[in-house]
């Protein structure tokens, strides 16, 4: 199972929310440069970035210090937060960013989805957040009425590279991931997961490890590594 530090981008600084709440967010470095080549010097082969800022607002806020943290390791990047456009997308991409992820706009524009998935064939990734199973939007900000099965179903004829399946009302929290949502999800379709949400300690990437036959293939993990809960080293070494 692949291991995926986090680093949440808001104002400039490297963050970690609480249940996605923009107000209730908690600044572990202002140089989140830094802490990406701390988290490649520990092992971790792949970096989730968010731009928070950009989420809410809809358009890139961070795109300067995104391209910063890019120029300074060389494990691979998957980006999220405020891409709503094919344009949006090729700058990221022509600045060496991996893989894309897609929110807001895979559930509100169907046609930029397409379009991104036949143009970057295994680039694209899918954020599904979730709140009590129902879809989550606009930064966590406005809550639909598709659950988060329903939709991912709808994406597997697609060309998507993976899903992002993140329980928000664990986001942050450190109560443990949301185990059965996320088995739930990946049962019910061929798409590679990615698990997101409340990894606390060691005993969860095992937890999660029992779920990897159904296609749950890597794990982000966020506050647990900035509160010192959990050794990056000790993660990857468990998750072989």
């Known amino acids: 199972m692949l291991i995926i530090p986090a680093i949440d981008l808001k104002g400039g600084k490297c963050v970690r929310l609480s249940q996605g709440k923009m107000n209730e967010s908690t600044t572990y470095s202002d140089n989140p440069s830094e802490i990406a080549v701390k988290w490649e010097k ?7 970035i968010v731009d928070l800022d950009g989420a809410v607002s809809g358009i890139p806020k961070n795109m300067e210090l995104i391209n910063k943290i890019r120029n300074s390791v060389n494990m691979e990047i998957e980006l999220g ?12 991409f022509s600045a060496g960013i991996d893989f894309i992820i897609l929110g807001t706009a895979a559930i509100k524009d169907p046609k930029l989805l397409r379009e991104s998935c036949n143009r970057y064939p ?11 199973g129902i879809v989550s939007v606009q930064g966590w900000t406005e809550d639909t009425k598709t659950t988060a099965v329903d939709f991912a179903k709808k994406l597997d ?3 998507v590279a993976a899903i ?24 019910a379709i061929a798409i590679p997961i990615i698990a997101s949400g409340g990894i606390s300690g060691i005993k969860d990437i095992k937890d999660l ?5 159904f296609g749950v293939f890597a794990t982000i993990i966020g506050r647990a590594l900035y509160t010192g809960n959990i050794d990056l080293k000790e993660c990857i070494k468990t998750a072989r």
């Open 42 to 48: 520990m092992g971790a082969k792949r970096l989730h």
């Open 81 to 92: 937060g405020g891409i709503r456009d094919l344009k949006t997308i090729e700058a990221y």
């Open 122 to 132: 295994g680039k694209i990734i899918i954020g599904i957040d979730a709140r009590e």
């Open 157 to 159: 004829s697609t060309k």
């Open 164 to 187: 992002v399946f993140t329980d928000i009302s664990r986001d942050g929290m450190l109560t443990g991931p949301n185990i059965e949502g996320t088995a739930e999800l990946a049962k």
């Open 209 to 213: 490890l029992e779920i990897e036959q």
